[in-house]
């Protein structure tokens, strides 16, 4: 994975003034666009289509200390008009090209990423690997913003909109795993984009051809594998530590790659003010 992540920078490098097809250079690297965009983005910290505008724009601000027309510029780095450009421009250094032309700068410079990953496996993971039939996951949906650090308010805010009543009537319904009460994160953006909205359905599992009430919102899940990883400790600390070693250590040593589905949490027990809990992190893989 992470010499794949390595090639994708820099045919990156040397395409920046060209359109880049991210699906049809992870196609020709042996894997998919989707894994591509996740492991990218929780390696780097950032998007790929964010990475590719701050190199684009970093060495743009090289040109523009020359004398080529600022047209000719932006057109090259495949902007249509200089405001347009211009805009691209001041969201990566704060400053327009105007400014940068007269002053020199200030510039905020992206510098070329190169992957470099030590694997110690220090931390063992307690991981399964789950063959599963498709199945339906019902409750009460909202979109959200993702937020990768600490509790998520909206996650929160849309929880404690529901009846009491309304928990238990969801346990009653669930008949397949995962089991219990599930987080559920679908229609994430694959950039994994810290604001980006996501579908949180608040939910059980049940098997496919369960009748569910109708006032319910429902995501219907193809059969496949999952990697389904058990966390206990801090919560959501763990959790997210957890979700974030899935890039960094577990994935670059196994033979699976992420697939498109929603990511599922399983709170399998929690302390009474939820501050420490143990639940299963179901993500959807298949072989790479």
Known sequence: MIALLNRVVEYIEGHLTEEIDISELASGLGTTDYHARRMFSSLAG??????????RMTVAAADLLGDEDLLGIAVRFGY????????????VHGVGPADVRRDGGPLRTQPQLRFRLTVEGNTPMDTRIAARPSFRLVG??????????GVNPHIQAHIASLPQAEHARLKAISNTEPEGLLQVSADVDPDYGEGS???????????????TPEDLDVIEVPAGSWAVFRISGAYPAALQ????ATATDWFPSNPWRLRPGPSIVAVLDRSPDFSTATCELWLPVERG
């Open 197 to 211: 909205e996501l579908t949180y359905l608040h939910g059980v599992a049940v098997r496919e051809g369960t009748a």
């Open 46 to 55: 950032m998007p790929l289509s964010e990475y590719i505008r701050r190199r």
């Open 140 to 149: 009460h949906a909202a979109r959200v913003p993702l937020i990768h650090h």
């Open 241 to 244: 530590e957890t979700w974030a």
């Open 80 to 91: 249509g008009s200089t405001e347009a450009f211009g805009r691209a421009f001041r969201a």
